[in-house]
Every structure is written in C-alpha cells, then in structure tokens.
C-alpha cells in the first residue's frame, strides 16, 4: 500500500490530482502496457518518488481513476434517488452504461482488456449501491433472507455490468437509453424478486 500522506493537504490532493490527469492524457497516446511510471512522472512534472509517495503502481493509479469516475458517474446518476425502485435501477444501469462508453473512450486501444481487468471491483460497487438502498430496518432477520438479498444484489449487479459491457462492445448499436429501456423488463425480474425478500 501507499505512504499515507495527510489526504485533506492541499498539496497532497494538487499532486495525486496532476498524477491521475497525467496519466489520462498518456492513456490517450499509449497502451496501458507501453506506459511506465516514468511516463507519468515526467508528464506530472515530479519525480518517480513522488509518485511512489501517492501510488504504488501504474495500476493503482489506473484503479483510483477508474473507481473515481464510475462513482462520479453513477452519483451524478442516483442523485435525489432515496430508495430502490425501478428509476433508481435504471438510473444506476444508465450509470454503467457511461462508465463503458467513457472507458473505451479514455482506453481506445485497451478496453476490452481494460474492463475486465477491474470487472469485479466495479460488480461489487454496483452491489453495494444497490444494498445501500435497502432499508436496514425492515431486511428479514433470517439468515436465508439475508443470503437471497445477497444474491439477488450480485445477480443485478451482474446482469447490469455484462449487458452495458457487451453493449458497448458492439460499438452501441443503439443509445444508453434505447438499450437500458429495452433490457430494464429482464431486470427489473431480478430487482422484483429482490423486492420480495426485504
């Protein structure tokens, strides 16, 4: 892991912030595989020991980009949202969506690499926003519940991520919103018997 710094510095965020930027505009211009550490140091304008004092490797840099950005989409998306219901459902799966589509923006030449290379973190986040929704309160205490809740929220999450992947891997026959209404019925499935358990 990382040395730490204080994160709230202005000056830790200004650099970790010149990092990340560097690092996406050489994702523009080379291949993941083609771009070192170096790289990003020279085109931040600091030195590798700095970059070594926010990250430990190239793909912690290209996680927290990644990670920061589906978050931004998908907030951008779910703002106002206070429960799990079908708006919200499609919200987050319109979410996803952009996150493809700019992924394979950002990474032309690597994307389909790339979005498997950090498929399951990205499954699990889009399960536990979907679990974030769930009133605590009123979940069944029974053990059996909680394990079909579970199921339910990985089964969503992945039918979600593998539509949008294979969606935007055709090239996006169609717009995010054509494609999500289209599949929302075959979801919506799965969120209703989510929806039955709590």
Not at 18 to 26: E, I, P, V
Not at 97 to 105: A, N
Not at 136 to 154: E, F, G, Q, V
């Amino acid at each position: 892991m990382t040395n730490k710094k204080n994160e709230a510095d202005p000056r830790v965020i200004r650099t970790r912030r010149l990092l990340q930027d560097a690092f996406a505009s050489l994702i523009q211009e080379k291949d993941f595989e083609s771009i070192t550490v170096r790289d990003i140091a020279e085109r931040a304008t600091v030195n590798r020991a700095t970059f070594y004092a926010h990250f430990v490797d190239k793909f912690e840099i290209l996680e927290t980009k990644l990670m920061e950005s589906f978050m931004t989409i998908i907030n951008r998306r779910i703002d106002g949202h206070e429960v799990l219901n079908e708006e919200t459902i499609q919200s987050i799966f319109l979410g996803v969506c952009d996150f493809h589509e700019g992924l394979s923006t950002m990474c032309k030449r690597r994307y389909t690499s790339l979005g498997s290379v950090f498929e399951i973190q990205i499954k699990e986040k889009i399960q536990s926003i979907l679990l974030s929704f769930i009133d605590k309160d009123k979940m069944p205490s029974s053990p059996n519940a909680h394990l079909l809740i579970n199921t339910a929220s990985i089964m969503l999450s992945w039918g979600m991520y593998g539509a949008a992947y294979v969606w935007n891997n055709e090239g996006r026959p169609s717009s995010a919103e054509s494609f999500v209404k289209q599949t929302m019925p075959l979801i919506m499935n799965g969120a209703k018997e989510l929806k039955s358990l709590i």
